[in-house]
T-cell receptor
Framework: AQRVTQPEKLLSVFKGAPVELKCNYS??????LFWYVQYSRQRLQLLLR??SRESIKGFTADLNKGETSFHLKKPFAQEEDSAMYYC?????????????FGQGTELSVKP | ETGVTQSPTHLIKTRGQQVTLRCSSQ?????VSWYQQALGQGPQFIFQ???????GRGNFPPRFSGLQFPNYSSELNVNALELDDSALYLC???????????FGDGTRLSIL
């Protein structure tokens, strides 16, 4: 079965602390993995994707095929990082196919 | 560059009615996907349209149907509405290939 699991519904950290949002997936082939973010009163937007290997707003994510994980990390959280984060999997590599989303993790960064 | 736009923003219907939701894709995008997002959940894939043809479908019954027009805009139709259909319906477009999807603000559908 194709599934994305985000075990934490809510993650609360203080400003300047490291952040790790967990994402595990279940898929037998070679998926493409994404992190989407939704800030308050804004639409869902792409944060990063594993094939581009970019660092966006200080966030990075490494695909670990052995552990089937794609955790999102940032060394020093900022208050403006507070948002809803969704991990997503596309089972059709390079074909812009459907996205399978996790349930989301709400990140709250306190001053 | 105009992003993905959806209409209406909110809609209230009663059980058994039918509803049509609309989506204008971002300029240059030929692929449109629809998602249902229940409260507290992640978006769930309904179906995708590519050049006016259905190109993949999620685990939704046939009363969920869609269309894509020559200008790549799209409609989601839901017949015989049920209480569980209450959700945020998201449209996303992409230029196809391996390009990521861009989402609209969604239509909030409430079934009474």
């Amino acid at each position: 079965a194709q599934r994305v699991t985000q075990p934490e519904k809510l993650l609360s950290v203080f400003k300047g602390a490291p952040v790790e949002l967990k994402c595990n997936y279940s898929y037998s082939g070679s998926p493409e993995l994404f992190w989407y973010v939704q800030y308050s009163r804004q639409r869902l937007q792409l944060l990063l994707r594993h094939i581009s290997r970019e660092s966006i707003k200080g966030f990075t994510a490494d695909l670990n095929k052995g552990e089937t994980s794609f955790h999102l990390k940032k060394p020093f959280a900022q208050e403006e990082d507070s948002a809803m984060y969704y991990c997503a999997l596309s089972p059709l590599l390079n074909q812009g196919g459907k996205l399978i989303f996790g349930q989301g993790t709400e990140l709250s960064v306190k001053p | 560059e105009t992003g993905v736009t959806q209409s209406p923003t909110h809609l209230i219907k009663t059980r058994g009615q039918q509803v049509t939701l609309r989506c204008s894709s971002q300029s240059g995008h030929n692929t449109v996907s629809w998602y249902q997002q229940a409260l507290g959940q992640g978006p769930q894939f309904i179906f995708q349209y590519y050049r006016e043809e259905e190109n993949g479908r999620g685990n939704f019954p046939p009363r969920f149907s869609g269309l894509q027009f020559p200008n790549y805009s799209s409609e989601l139709n839901v017949n015989a509405l049920e209480l569980d259909d209450s959700a945020l319906y998201l449209c996303a477009s992409s230029p196809g290939g391996n390009q990521p999807q861009h989402f609209g603000d969604g239509t909030r559908l409430s079934i009474l």
